[in-house]
Every structure is written in C-alpha cells, then in structure tokens.
C-alpha cells in the first residue's frame, strides 16, 4: 500500500470519476441547453466539443496528476523545468483551488434544496402540509441547514480517504443514479404528452447548428460538465494505479459524463412536454424554454403535482438521483483543497476534511446571506470565467512547458504501445495549439463580444 490514497480498481477510478463529472451540470444544464438550442443539433455539436476540447484537457490532467503524484500547485511546479514557470504553475494550482472551493460553495446550496425537495415529497406523501411549504420555499434558515446537511454528507465521505470514502460511495451511489434515471425515463415516456418531447428532443434543426451562441454554450457545458480546469481530474489522475492505461480510461469517463448527459435529456425534455400536456407552462414569453431553477423547482414539481398521489413518488424518485449527482461530484471538489493541505502541512485527512469543509460552509453561509449580489456573481466568475482560464494554463504546461519526452514516458507505463497510436500522434499539437485556440475564442466571445 502505498502512502498515498489510491483507487483500489480500474473500474473504481472510472466510477469516481464519472461520478465527479456527472453531476448537476449533467441533468438540468444539458437538457435545457438541447431543448433551446435546436434539439439534437446541439447534442451533436456537444458531442463533437467534448472529444475535440474537453477530452484532450481530461487527459492532461490526468497524466500530469499521475505523473506528478501530487495536487495541481506542487504538479504543475514539480513539470516546470525554469523558476517562472514554477511560480506560474503554482499560482494557478491555488487559483484553481480557490475556484473549485468557490464552485462547492454554490453548488452546496443548491444541492440543499435539492435534499429539502426530497424531504417535501415525504411531507406530502404523510400529509404534513405545512412542512411540505415551509421546504420549498425560498429562507436564509432553509437554505442554511440543507446547505449544512448536504456538506456535512460531502465532508463526513471525504474524510475517509481516497477508497474507503470517495470510491466505496461513488460505486454504491453511480449505479442508484443509473437505475433511478431509466425508471424515470420509461415512465415518463409511458405519459401523454410525452412524445412531443422526443420530438423535440431527437430531431435536429441545423438552422442553430452554427450561431455562436450554440458553440459557446455547448463549450461551456462541455468544460463544466467534465469538472476541467481546476485540478478535480488532476488529482484523481494521482490516484490512478501506473499500470492502467489512461488514454482508455479518460475515454471511458467521458463517454459515461456523455451517455448520462443523453439520458438526462431523454428524460427532462418528454417530462416537460408532459408538464405541458397537463396545462403547465413551460415557454417563457419569448417562446422559449423555461430552463434554469425555473425548470427544476416550478415546472416539475408542478408537472408532479399534475400527477396527483402518484407524483410524490415520482417526485421523491427525482430529488434522490439529483442529490445522488450532486453529491458524487462535491466530494471530488472537496478532494481538491484537501489533498492540498496534506500535502502541504501535518494535517491528516480527517482533520484536513473538517477545516476545509467548515471554511466552504463558511462561503456557503456569506453566499446565502447575501444571496442576491453574490450567488449569480460567483457562478459566472468560476464557471464562465475561471474554468476557461485555468483550462488554458493547463494545456500551456501540458503543451508548452513539460517535455515531451516525459509525457510520453508517463504514457507509455501502462500503455507501452502508445508511441505508435493515434492518440499520440494527434494529441500533443492538439493540446498545444488547437485547444488553446478555441479556449480564448471562447473566451472572448463570452466575455468581450
Ligand atoms: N461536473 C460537475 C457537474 O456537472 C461539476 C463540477 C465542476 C465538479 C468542477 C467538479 C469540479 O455538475
């Protein structure tokens, strides 16, 4: 055994990681994302993104982490070869630190309701009515405590290491979320209403196929959906054991982050067309989609109370696999300051979960306190700037700074054939030049066009 955590199989990394990456980018991002942006247009356009963009990212993350066996900060110092490189390296390592733990701070708080709308479904279901309304309504004290709950859940997996924690509840909770997605999926498919939405949902319009606004949104999507740029993969690329191929193993983790983003879409665009049947709303003025907390906490809870008896249950169902997705993802943002402050001071794991985890709630609390200025704030500089950023140093030193000699090297353990590959023919100019490329395209169409 060695020192440092590691997962104990292939198939554990893969989960953990899917687990990371599916999240609740994956089930309300994506499927609002397709519906306004011409349907399986956009899925393609993801799709394309995803393999050409995020993936080779993925992979320089993950071979880096592996490589350097150590957080973002120390590996990207540990590839630098020249002291200004070190000192870039490091700074970004702690950007990206900052960042991520910014990111679970908002995404705590929208897990906690997601767990309070579980609870309300058991509320309805026992007849506690006013319970039921004091859940779904918008309090600094129910945002509090849910927030709390569900980072007491993140922190309480954290603390026991990389697979007594992390993977044991990824590979219990991934397959729950699987099996409660495809229940959901046929049964929503089996109500009226619901074949508009595959219409909706399966026929391209390529007339959006182009705009700029479409690339852009799938890139984004894309980026956040894999957890990209903040160290999240990196660290778990350190994890991974030096015989396992990780070309095939990044592949596999977003092929899974894909497949389940598709299956999200099967079923939020029938469910809201469904919704639609029942006489709920589900266009805004503008004739467009509802998408955003609009969709998730207006038009499918009402979509379930049009159901009657049976949508508590149904209800119940979705807010278990949302919470499943959230919280198979804040442990891997969590895992990122964490490893940090092992590696870097005397703290153990256990100890090192707690402070951190409290100094997120800390966050977390200021965020809802000032809920109006900061939340929305916060979101953009992370995920709309932030992540981008950060995506660029990474393929700057996956590229430009470590040799490649050494990349290859790290490769070539577990993949010994890897010289001759497609992969390897590609991937370095791609990381290098083309991703660059389109990352500060991105970058400047969102920000500055
Ligand atoms: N990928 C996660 C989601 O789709 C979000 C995430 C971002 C996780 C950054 C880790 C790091 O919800």
Not at 244 to 253: P, R, T
Not at 362 to 376: A, P, R, V
């Amino acid at each position: 055994m060695s020192a440092r955590g590691q997962f104990s199989s292939r198939l554990g990394f893969i989960i953990a990681a899917a687990g990371s990456a599916v999240g609740l980018g994956n089930i309300w991002g994506f499927p609002t994302q397709v519906a306004s942006n011409g349907g399986a247009a956009f899925v393609l356009v993801y799709l394309l993104l995803t393999f050409v963009l995020a993936y080779p990212i993925l992979m320089a993350e993950l071979t880096i982490g592996r490589y350097a066996q150590s957080n973002m900060a120390n590996a990207l110092q540990k590839i630098s070869p020249t002291s200004l490189g070190k000192i870039v390296g490091k700074t970004a390592g702690l950007w990206g630190l900052a960042v991520v733990s910014l990111i679970l701070s908002f995404y705590a708080i929208v897990a906690g309701w997601m767990i309070a709308h579980c609870l309300q479904a058991i509320t309805e279901i026992i007849g506690w009515h006013q319970a039921s309304q004091w859940l779904i309504e918008f309090s600094i004290t129910r945002n509090l405590i849910f927030c709390i709950l569900f980072s007491l859940l993140t922190i309480s997996i954290v603390c026991r290491g990389v697979s007594d924690g992390i993977e044991r509840w990824s590979t219990r909770l991934m397959p729950m979320l699987l099996i409660l997605i495809v229940s959901l999926i046929l049964y929503v498919s089996s109500l009226e209403g619901a074949s508009a939405g595959w219409e909706a949902y399966l026929v391209p319009d390529f007339s959006k196929i182009l705009t700029p606004d479409l690339l852009i949104s799938a890139m984004g999507q894309a980026f956040f959906s894999l957890s990209l740029g903040v160290g999240t993969m990196l660290i778990y690329g350190s994890y991974i054991n030096k015989k396992e191929n990780i070309v095939l193993l990044g592949a596999s983790v977003a092929l899974v982050d894909i497949g389940i983003a598709i299956l999200a879409g099967m079923l939020i665009i029938p469910a809201m067309y469904v919704a639609l049947h029942n006489g709920v709303t589900i266009f805004t003025d503008a004739g467009e989609l509802i998408d955003g907390d609009r969709l998730i906490f207006t038009v499918i809870p009402q979509l379930f109370q049009a159901m009657g008896v049976a949508g508590n249950y149904v209800s119940l169902v979705f807010f278990v696999l949302m919470t499943i997705a959230a919280l198979t993802s804040s442990i891997s943002m969590l895992e990122v300051p964490v490893a940090f402050t092992i590696e870097n001071s005397k703290l153990n794991r256990y100890k090192a979960s707690w402070l951190i985890g409290s100094i997120i709630m800390l966050l977390s609390s200021t965020l809802i306190f000032n809920f109006e200025h900061l939340f929305g704030f916060v979101i953009s500089l992370t995920t709309q700037y932030s992540q981008p950023l950060l995506g660029l140093v990474l393929c700057i030193y996956a590229g430009w700074v470590w040799r490649r000699n050494s990349i290859l090297e790290e490769l070539k353990q577990g993949c010994p054939e890897i010289e001759s590959s497609f992969f390897w023919k590609i991937w370095p100019n791609y990381v290098r030049i083309v991703c660059p490329i389109i990352i500060i395209v991105m970058f400047y169409q969102t920000t500055f066009a």
